[in-house]
């Protein structure tokens, strides 16, 4: 995997975190401006996407993507907004942390 590529992917995961975090403030506060952010950050988030499609193919981009946010987002909603989570739904992260080292494997070669 290139660098460019993973760079691309915690950056677009990053603005992707930042647009659930603000539109979990915009339900606390209902404030209008937060949701236009987060609507801001969502258009630049999947522009990004779209290049990393390009690169990685579209079912590679989208899964890790997901499980980075998954992951992410989970830390976020645990120490910012006092979320917690269950042991069945902590087995499902745990389980995404799986699938997510099997994705980046090395493929066997191809003739």
Do not use: D
Not at 35 to 60: C, F, K, Q
Request: without cysteine.
């Amino acid at each position: 995997m290139k660098l460019s590529f993973v760079l691309w992917l915690f950056g677009a995961t990053f603005v992707f975190i930042g647009a659930a975090s603000a539109s979990r403030v915009y339900v606390g506060t209902t404030n209008i401006l937060y949701l236009l952010l987060s609507l801001a950050l969502y258009v630049v988030g999947n522009l990004m996407m779209l290049r990393l499609m390009r690169e990685g193919g579209l079912g590679l981009a989208i899964s890790l993507s997901a499980i980075t946010q998954l992951l992410i987002i989970n830390v976020i909603a645990f120490l910012f907004f006092g979320e917690r989570l269950s042991g069945t739904q902590l087995a499902g992260i745990g389980l995404g942390i799986l699938a997510m080292g099997l994705m980046l494997l090395p493929s066997p070669a191809r003739s």
